[in-house]
């Protein structure tokens, strides 16, 4: 495809900017990404010009496969950006069964011109021939589509003539010349095609190396300083997270004596940051040691941390730290570079080669949900966002130039590839691969430890007089939110790569009937008679509450007012109730009563002290107070102080009420999970049940069980992840 030397191209009141690679729009930035700008590049340096998907596929993502959805996607964010319009956007036209065509008159500005339209003659003829030979070409495809009756051509034909006449003219005097650069052109041309197909003949695709074999999930993995022995952390067979080395020229691995700990980072010097007693799930966090490679006790340094990084020279670390629920990214430790209050939080941080910059992820939401982008801070706290939000963004290492962050993201389903990113904002592909790909670590020398993981969101059930749990899960991310009063139903939203990029919510009989999906959006709860679900669409702004029907109806949408609502609620006994946590602007979170006839709502609990569960009268709400993390207790939604209940610990999560309205079902989180039944009234605490999957390898994380009042049926979430550890090389 021609190549123009022009730096700047204009139309209307865009401006497209080759060098700096942006758009324009009266002055002001459109924010596109890399591939975006690239296909509108294309585009207009080829207007008036039909161009094909094929084309098109092969100039923007030359040496990589990719589907044609990936295109189109590219030409639907493009036409939103230049005004909308879909198909009818003025700028950007689907040609049926061809391709694309660029159809409005352009400018090319040379390079270092400024000016929209140019300084002096020549760049006004460039101008004039240039919308000369769009408008001929167009005019010629049009009219073979669409014939032209004899008035039209009569109007048309004085302007066509004269534009006809400009272009013999400019032809004519350049005919010598264009023969000889044809000659020129096509010598250059073989010689370059011949250079640029061995080019492609001789580039390889990265070469993916199995380094782990065993059953389970590989946490983490670093190289040492040699580059050629790895350190991983692992959890095989269901056992907890320990330390393992290997090189790559053996499949076997060696224990290094230190179990349930998950190594973080290795300096140059050759001393471990690694995480003592952690709880590896959705977001990893436990106790900051620091110890030598070759062996010793380690030495604890702090609390509370989920990642840290060491500097260049080895002696300070950074770390992902979290302070009465705030996410802070701190370098050196105590020093705050960045903070993200709740739902966000922050992973993966990467001290730069030179010490003077620190990378990082930025989730948006909440810490089970890995949405976000890849951004930088400076040492004086300047934070910049440099790439798109992502579906699913983990895995962070600077390039071993120093010039590039490598990461492994997802911009559509969860199928998360390799990519870099420059410190302009600038990405491309380096890998994919069936799957996920998690980044661990990159060499000097540019290999990379990656695992390629299966991850799974699944549920389990006891249905109403069965005598075993059955697998319930639909898609690959069925997340259990209610079962309704009888046992015969589940709500649940899909959330991996089958429930697509914002969530599915669906319905479904205890008895294995197909699912049946509800809309858009993470479930929250079952109305006591089953005809309503609740549902939270995080993914708006501000995230909405919307009400489903399981049956015939149409959605209904909750106005929020000045509280912003958690994925966490419960219906009153009457069904035109509901019992939301949220807070207000600047303010804690506290318990709401949300009046569906009116939609207005009321707080019912102090700031800080929050609960999910009603009791049988709807006269009072199961609430704990999050600062002194004293156990639950009974909060009169009418004013007055809580009651105690006797039996019931810190660190239970209350499921709800039994069927006699007075005991209580709870339970403690773990692997597996176990549930009691406790009666306030006498303090008696009794063991009903432990839940978990017969299979403990690869989970993660079980939900506490949702059970009916009359204890007959009973459903929970597990989450399995399983992984394998690769070297990959050739990455460019």
């Not at 730290?321 to 802070?328: A, D, L, P, T």
Request: glycine share 10%.
């Amino acid at each position: 495809m021609e190549e123009r030397k022009h730096s700047a191209y204009v139309f209307d009141s865009y401006r497209v900017d080759a060098e700096e690679r942006q758009l324009l729009r009266g002055g002001e930035h459109v924010h596109l990404t890399p591939k975006e700008f690239e296909t509108l590049l294309v585009l207009v340096r080829n207007c008036g010009r039909v161009l094909t998907k094929d084309e098109l596929l092969k100039e923007i993502w030359p040496d990589t496969f990719v589907e044609e959805a990936n295109l189109a996607n590219n030409i639907s964010v493009l036409r939103e950006a230049l005004g909308g319009g879909g198909k009818d956007n003025p700028y950007i036209r689907t040609v049926a069964r061809r391709g694309y065509r660029f159809v409005a008159p352009v400018s090319e500005l040379p390079a270092g011109d400024d000016a929209v339209g140019g300084n002096g003659a020549g760049a006004a003829e460039t101008l004039i021939e240039k919308h000369t030979l769009t408008s001929v070409v167009i005019e010629q495809e049009e009219q073979e589509a669409e014939p032209v009756g004899a008035e039209t051509a009569r109007l048309l034909l004085p302007a066509a003539k004269t534009r006809r006449a400009r272009l013999i003219e400019v032809l004519r005097k350049r005919r010598v010349l264009v023969a000889l650069a044809a000659v020129a052109a096509l010598l250059i041309g073989v010689g370059g095609g011949l250079l640029w197909g061995r080019r492609l003949w001789l580039k390889s695709p990265p070469a993916f190396q199995q380094l782990t074999f065993r059953r389970g999930l590989v946490a983490s993995a670093r190289f040492t300083p040699d580059a050629q022995t790895i350190i991983y952390s692992a959890l095989w067979e269901g056992r907890p997270s320990a330390l393992f080395t290997t090189r790559p020229e053996s499949p076997e691995s060696r224990a290094l004596g230190l179990d349930d700990a998950l190594l973080l980072s290795i300096s140059r010097q050759g001393e471990m940051a690694v995480l003592l007693k952690a709880q590896v799930s959705f977001s990893t966090s436990g106790t900051l040691a620091r110890m030598p490679l070759e062996g010793g006790a380690p030495r604890e340094v702090l609390q509370n941390v989920s990642d840290a990084d060491w500097s260049p020279d080895g002696r300070e670390l950074a770390v992902v730290h979290w302070v009465e629920g705030v996410c802070r990214l701190e370098y050196p430790i105590g020093h705050v570079l960045y903070s993200l209050g709740a739902p966000g939080w922050l992973s993966h941080v990467r001290v730069s080669p030179r010490g003077d910059q620190v990378a990082f992820l930025e989730h948006p939401v909440e810490r089970f949900d890995d949405r976000g982008a890849v951004a930088l801070v400076d040492l004086g706290g300047r934070k910049q966002t440099l790439s798109r939000t992502y579906v699913s963004v983990n895995g962070l290492n600077w390039s071993p130039g120093g010039d590039e962050l490598w990461y492994t993201a997802a911009g559509g389903d969860l199928g998360n590839s390799l990519y870099a990113i420059d410190l302009g904002g600038r990405e491309r592909e380096l890998a994919s691969a069936a799957g996920r790909l998690s980044l661990y670590d990159v060499s000097r020398d540019g290999r990379a430890l990656v695992a390629r993981e299966d991850g799974r969101i699944g549920m389990i059930a006891r249905a109403p007089g069965a005598d075993v749990e059955r697998e319930m899960s639909w898609l690959d991310g069925s997340f259990l939110r209610a079962v309704s009063a009888d046992g015969g139903m589940l709500l649940f939203d899909e959330e991996n790569s089958g429930g697509g990029a914002d969530a599915e919510v669906y319905i479904r009989q205890t008895d294995g009937s197909p699912a049946v999906r509800l809309g858009d959006g993470h479930a929250l709860a079952l109305s006591p008679d089953g005809r309503w679900a609740l549902a939270r669409q995080r993914f708006t702004t501000p995230p909405r509450l919307v009400l489903f029907p399981t049956g015939a109806g149409e959605a209904r949408q909750l106005p929020g007012g000045a509280v912003t609502y958690s994925e966490s609620a419960a219906w009153f006994p009457d069904a035109q109730r509901l019992l939301l946590i949220g807070h207000e602007p600047e303010r804690t979170a506290r318990c709401y009563l949300y009046d569906l006839a009116t939609n207005q709502a009321r707080p019912v609990t102090p700031e800080g002290v929050v609960g999910h569960v009603v009791s049988p009268d709807g006269k009072f709400v199961v609430a704990a107070d999050r600062e002194d993390k004293a156990p639950p207790a009974l909060y009169p939604l009418d004013g007055g102080e809580p009651q105690a209940l006797r039996g019931v610990e810190s660190g239970d999560f209350v499921i709800g009420f039994g069927d006699d309205g007075r005991s209580l079902y709870v339970a403690q989180t773990g692997i597996p999970a176990r549930v009691y039944r406790v009666e306030p009234a006498t303090g008696r605490r009794e063991l009903w049940r432990e839940v978990s999957p017969a299979d403990t390898t690869g989970l993660l994380f079980l939900t506490p069980p949702r059970v009916t009042p009359d204890g007959r049926a009973y459903a929970y979430t597990y989450f399995r992840l399983l992984s394998d550890l690769y070297l990959v090389d050739g990455l460019k």
